[in-house]
T-cell receptor, first 114, second 115 residues
């Protein structure tokens, strides 16, 4: 059973560019959450998707947007990249009805903005 | 606003030592608390999850306790080994209506266990 997968593993972009990160949830999961982890910090919640809609959003500008597809996979898009967007982007999946369960994290995508 | 703090930020111990990592949170209205392990540049692995009604959870050499009223949790690692070297993150979930609540993380404690 494959866990949460993310692509690409690493990405280098320049300021002002746009980037798309991808996540496939663990089999059987229907909810995907995205987190940003700057170097030396704990992950910060960006937003969460289930039933193909954004359900919760953290304190991130609207340059950060996302999408969830019918197969529950998800994309995170960041426009007009800033140097401060350099971070590890983590995807987590969960089953919405499994209240007592944890969220399962993928290995992350390391984004470097030059 | 819920805030999670972990002290110390870094810890170095000799192999075999027992150690305690601390986590505090400002709002006691949590649904559960989790401890995660993160190896350098990698994703997060869940170690222990404590529901708000529980006081502790154990897994092998790990024991996590939760005191909601004081806003504290500790992760106890017995007989530490070099393979325990990693960053340990504490996270709380405040929404228990479904498994969609966001996790609020501390900044982590980076542990080094020296052979």
């Amino acid at each position: 059973d494959a866990g949460v997968t993310q692509s690409p593993t690493h990405l280098i972009k320049t300021r002002g560019q746009q980037v798309t990160l991808r996540c496939s949830p663990k089999s059987g999961h229907d909810t995907v959450s995205w987190y940003q982890q700057a170097l030396g910090q704990g992950p910060q919640f960006i937003f969460q998707y289930y039933e193909e809609e954004e359900r919760q959003r953290g304190n991130f500008p609207d340059r950060f947007s996302g999408h969830q597809f019918p197969n529950y996979s998800s994309e995170l898009n960041v426009n007009a990249l800033l140097l401060g967007d350099s971070a590890l982007y983590l995807c987590a999946s969960s089953l919405r009805t499994a209240r007592a369960d944890t969220q399962y994290f993928g290995p992350g995508t390391r984004l470097t903005v030059l | 606003k819920q805030e999670v703090t972990q002290i110390p930020a870094a810890l170095s111990v000799p192999e075999g030592e027992n150690l305690v990592l601390n986590c505090s949170f400002t709002d006691s209205a949590i649904y559960n608390l989790q401890w995660f392990r993160q190896d350098p540049g990698k994703g997060l692995t869940s170690l222990l999850l404590i529901q708000s009604s529980q006081r502790e959870q154990t897994s092998g050499r790990l024991n996590a306790s939760l005191d909601k009223s004081s806003g504290r949790s500790t992760l106890y690692i017995a007989a530490s080994q070099p393979g325990d070297s990693a960053t340990y993150l504490c996270a709380v979930r405040t929404d228990g209506s479904s498994n969609t609540g966001k996790l609020i993380f501390g900044q982590g404690t980076t542990l080094q266990v020296k052979p």
